[in-house]
C-alpha cells in the first residue's frame, strides 16, 4: 500500500491532507509522519528559521528548523534515546544555468520527545514518546544543528538502525555536522539568478509496514543576501522533494519516480523504494548540445552505484562530468569522484561494486543525496533507455531503464517515417499528434514535436523513405 497524497502548505490543506490520507489508505491503523514545514517562520522560534553558524577551513555551517505533523490514523514511535525514534536530514540546492544540484548534506537529527503540539489537524495530544494523531512536532534550527547520526548507520527504506550509533560526527563546532555550503557557491555576486531550496526529510521506524515511507520530505525557496545570510522565501511545498522542482523552472527538464524493490523490516518481505531521475537537453550556442541527467535517491538502501546512458559511436562528446554529493563531520562515505566508460554504444559511470568491506563507505549515491551526470554532445537529442544500476543486492531487478533524451545520429534520409514502415502516412501523423510536445515525434530536427512537424509531414504525405 502506497500513499502519494500531496497536500498544500497552509494548516488548512494538511488538514484536509490528513483527511485524503486516512481516506485514501483504504484501512485504519497507520502512521505517516511527513514533513509540512522546512525553515517555516513562526515556527521554532519564529522568523525564517534557517541559521548561521560560523565558517570553518573554508565552508560555511547552516542549520534549518523543520516541523513534521502525524497524518495517520495512529500514534507514531518518538522514543528518545532508541532505535524507534525519527532521524531528520536537511539538504541545500540550487539551480543555476539549466543545472539544478545538490550543494550541501548535514548529518541527521536522532529526534526525542514529541511535543504534540496542534497545526496540523485536530490535534489529539499523547505522551513524549509518540506524536499523537493530527499533530505536529517542530525542531528549530538550534536542535537540528545538533546532528549525532550518520547516514550510512540508516536503512532509510525500511527506518531501521542501530542505537547507540557506531560513529559521531567530528570537527570545529560552527560545521560540525551541519549544512556544509562552499561560500563561491551561495556568493550573491557569483551566482546571477540562481534559486535555493532546503529540504527536510523524516525516515520514521515501521513506516514502511503501512506504505506511508515514501512522502517524507519537503523543500522551501530560499534566498542568500550574503555568505552568511540565508531567508525563505515561500511557502514549503509539502511532500515535495527539491528536485521535482526543476520542470518548474527549466522547460527543458524532466523528473520521473522510480520505484525500487527493497528487503523489508528484519529482512522479510518486499517493500518499495523511490529514487527520481531527471533529464534535459538544451542546445549550445555553437550548435552542439548540452545533456544535464540527475539521480536522486530518496529513501533506497539498495542505493545507486552505475548510471548509463545511450551514447552511440557516431557521436561525439565532451566535457564529460560526474558531480557527487560531499559527505563531512567524519561520515564514512567516501567523497571520491565515479569513473567513467564508453563501449558498446553506452556512455557509463560507476564507482566500486557493493561488497562487505566498502558497505559503509563506497561513494554509492545514498538515501537523501543526489548526484549530477553530464556533457556535452555534437549531435540532437531523442529518446531512449537510461539504466540504473542498483548498489546493494535485494530482491526484483539489479537495474531500472528510464526513458530520458540522449543524443543520436541522424542516419536517415526520411525522417518523416516515424513507424519505420517506409511510407509517409497517416499512422505517422498519428504519432506526432501523440508526442506532441516532446521529442518523440521530431522530425525537423529542432528536439520539440509541435506544428512544424505536422506541417513537414503532410509536405512529405505519400512519398516513400
Aim: aromatic share 10%; net charge negative.
Amino acid at each position: 500500500m502506497r500513499f502519494n497524497v500531496v497536500c498544500g502548505a497552509t494548516m488548512a490543506a494538511i488538514a484536509g491532507c490528513l483527511t485524503a490520507s486516512a481516506a485514501g489508505g483504504g484501512v485504519g491503523g497507520f502512521y505517516d509522519v511527513t514533513t509540512v514545514f522546512v525553515g517555516e517562520e513562526n515556527y521554532g522560534g519564529g522568523g525564517s528559521d534557517i541559521e548561521y553558524y560560523g565558517s570553518s577551513s573554508g565552508v560555511t555551517g547552516w542549520a534549518a528548523g523543520t516541523t513534521a505533523c502525524n497524518l495517520g490514523d495512529i500514534v507514531a514511535p518518538w522514543y528518545g534515546g532508541t532505535n524507534e525514534a525519527p532521524v531528520i536530514a536537511t539538504n541545500m540546492y540550487r539551480y543555476k544555468n539549466g543545472r539544478f544540484e545538490q550543494l550541501g548534506t548535514s548529518w541527521l537529527k536522532h529526534s526525542f520527545c514529541a511535543i504534540s503540539e496542534p497545526g496540523c489537524a485536530d490535534c489529539d495530544p499523547t505522551g513524549c514518546n509518540t506524536l499523537g494523531v493530527g499533530c505536529a512536532d517542530t525542531y528549530w534550527a538550534g536542535l537540528n544543528a545538533d546532528a549525532d547520526a550518520p547516514r550510512s548507520e540508516i536503512n532509510a527504506a525500511t527506518g531501521e538502525y542501530a542505537y547507540p550509533f557506531s560513529n559521531a560526527p567530528s570537527g570545529p563546532s560552527s560545521i560540525r555536522g551541519k549544512v556544509q555550503i562552499f561560500p563561491d557557491d551561495i556568493d550573491p555576486s557569483l551566482n546571477s539568478g540562481a534559486l535555493y531550496f532546503v529540504e527536510g526529510q523524516y525516515v520514521v521506524t515501521g513506516e514502511s509496514d503501512f506504505g506511508t515511507h515514501l512522502n517524507n520530505a519537503s523543500s522551501t525557496p530560499i534566498r542568500f543576501t550574503s555568505t552568511s545570510n540565508c531567508q525563505r522565501i515561500g511557502e514549503t511545498g509539502h511532500q515535495l522533494s527539491a528536485i521535482m522542482r526543476w520542470p518548474a523552472l527549466d522547460s527543458n527538464a524532466t523528473v520521473v519516480e522510480v520505484i525500487t524493490e527493497e528487503t523489508g523490516p528484519n529482512g522479510n518481505g518486499v517493500i518499495d523504494g523511490l529514487l527520481h531521475v531527471g533529464h534535459s537537453a538544451t542546445e549550445n550556442a555553437d550548435g552542439t548540445w548540452h545533456y544535464e541527467f540527475v539521480v536522486h535517491n530518496q529513501n533506497s538502501h539498495r542505493s545507486v552505484g552505475t548510471f548509463s546512458i545511450p551514447v552511440p559511436d557516431c557521436v561525439n562528446i565532451s566535457n564529460v562530468e560526474y558531480r557527487g554529493p560531499r559527505y563531512h563531520s567524519g561520515e564514512t562515505i567516501s567523497n571520491d569522484d565515479w569513473s567513467w566508460s564508453r563501449s558498446g554504444g553506452m556512455l557509463t559511470f560507476s564507482t566500486d561494486s557493493h561488497n562487505d568491506s566498502n558497505d559503509m563507505t563506497g561513494p554509492a549515491i545514498r538515501w537523501a543525496s543526489m548526484a549530477n551526470f553530464r556533457f556535452d554532445a555534437d549531435q540532437a537529442p531523442v529518446q531512449d533507455d537510461a539504466m540504473v544500476g542498483l548498489w546493494r543486492s535485494g530482491p526484483g531487478a539489479s537495474s531500472l531503464d528510464i526513458s530520458v533524451k540522449v543524443p543520436d545520429c541522424d542516419d536517415t534520409d526520411c525522417p518523416e517515417d516515424l513507424n519505420g514502415d517506409g511510407v509517409i502516412g497517416v499512422d505517422d501523423i498519428l504519432i506526432c499528434v501523440g508526442a506532441w510536445g516532446s521529442s518523440d515525434g521530431d522530425v525537423n530536427g529542432d528536439g520539440t514535436t509541435d506544428v512544424n512537424d505536422i506541417l513537414a509531414l503532410i509536405g512529405a504525405f505519400g512519398s516513400d523513405c
